[in-house]
């Protein structure tokens, strides 16, 4: 099932470093089959407010998502980013094509 690693981050400084880990985090995705989904982009606001930044990733199931961020070439461009920025990140799966919002009550 696909699953999905989720970055909410804020407060980012855009600098030599962030730099270095977006021309590079691309090459660790590519032998897990991850895709970038949203990266950043312009918000609509409809409700509340969510400051920063959301990226999705899509992986094909969670042991590649697990197996991603684990990974050697990731885990040596992880500080670039968690020095420079503050957010939460998380993986979590995705649902059915054919999941119903009623699906939830009889878990």
Do not use: C
Not at 58 to 83: T, V
């Amino acid at each position: 099932m696909t699953s999905y690693a989720i970055g909410h981050l804020h407060k980012v400084e855009m600098g030599a470093d962030i730099i270095t880990y977006l021309e590079t985090i691309d090459a660790t995705l590519a032998p897990f089959d991850g895709k970038f989904v949203i990266h950043g982009g312009q918000k609509h606001q409809l409700e509340g407010s969510f400051p920063g930044d959301l990226i999705v990733i899509a992986f094909p199931s969670m042991a590649q998502a697990h197996a991603w961020y684990a990974s050697p070439a990731y885990q040596e461009i992880l500080p670039l980013r968690s020095r420079n920025a503050e957010g939460n990140v998380f993986l979590i799966e995705g649902v059915n094509a054919d999941h119903r919002a009623t699906d939830i009550l009889s878990s």
